[in-house]
T-cell receptor, first 116, second 115 residues
């Protein structure tokens, strides 16, 4: 029973255009969402996060949108660059008093290919 | 500042053998996590230490897996005896305890192949 779903295993985008990666979740307790980027033979690298009190967070070319009612979030990359080609993982957790967030629950990832 | 480091980067062992994976978290990070990714699937949680204490080990597959974190510093994950289905990439991650919503930093992973 997957709590975090990335339904697109792959995505190809032309350089300079917008990349939109989608993620759905089922657990309404989740209140913190993250995107990680992973290159081959490396560990996931934190990219951007969003708390459930917000519906948008922007960091340079990367913007994450959260739609709590739809239990959906998306990562927008604009403009896309060839160096953005990687696997992108959506992850979620929920906060606990004192002991901090629960361990991350990951989706299966979406492989983004940015074509020059 | 050094990131999360894992050793070895690759390990190939025969079914029935024992393997020990090591993780050195970022200095000062009390939270240490082990995750596993099997055959291109999602990255799945195994267990969570806060300092030397096991906070949550609900993701450990079975009792062939044993994790320790001596003195609240580095951690080891031992698989004994290894089975074919244990093959995958094992990631370690660390994060600070204070504050809510702190991201976890991952190591490069250990690719374990059981043959």
């Amino acid at each position: 029973d997957q709590q975090v779903k990335q339904n697109s295993p792959s995505l190809s985008v032309q350089e300079g255009r917008i990349s939109i990666l989608n993620c759905d979740y089922t657990n309404s307790m989740f209140d913190y969402f993250l995107w990680y980027k992973k290159y081959p033979a490396e560990g996931p690298t934190f990219l951007i996060s969003i708390s459930s009190i917000k519906d948008k967070n922007e960091d340079g070319r990367f913007t994450v949108f959260l739609n709590k009612s739809a239990k959906h979030l998306s990562l927008h990359i604009v403009p896309s660059q060839p160096g953005d080609s990687a696997v992108y993982f959506c992850a979620a957790s929920h906060s606990r008093p004192i002991s901090g967030n629960t361990p991350l629950v990951f989706g299966k990832g979406t492989r983004l290919s940015v074509i020059a | 500042e050094a990131g999360v480091t894992q050793f070895p980067s690759h390990s190939v062992i025969e079914k029935g053998q024992t393997v020990t994976l090591r993780c050195d978290p970022i200095s000062g990070h009390d939270n240490l996590y082990w995750y596993r990714r099997v055959m291109g699937k999602e990255i799945k949680f195994l267990l969570h230490f806060v300092k030397e204490s096991k906070q949550d080990e609900s993701g450990m597959p079975n009792n062939r897996f044993l994790a320790e974190r001596t003195g609240g510093t580095y951690s080891t994950l031992k698989v004994q005896p290894a089975e074919l289905e244990d093959s995958g990439v094992y990631f370690c991650a660390s994060s600070q305890v204070e504050g809510v919503n702190t991201e976890a930093f991952f190591g490069q992973g250990t690719r374990l192949t059981v043959v």
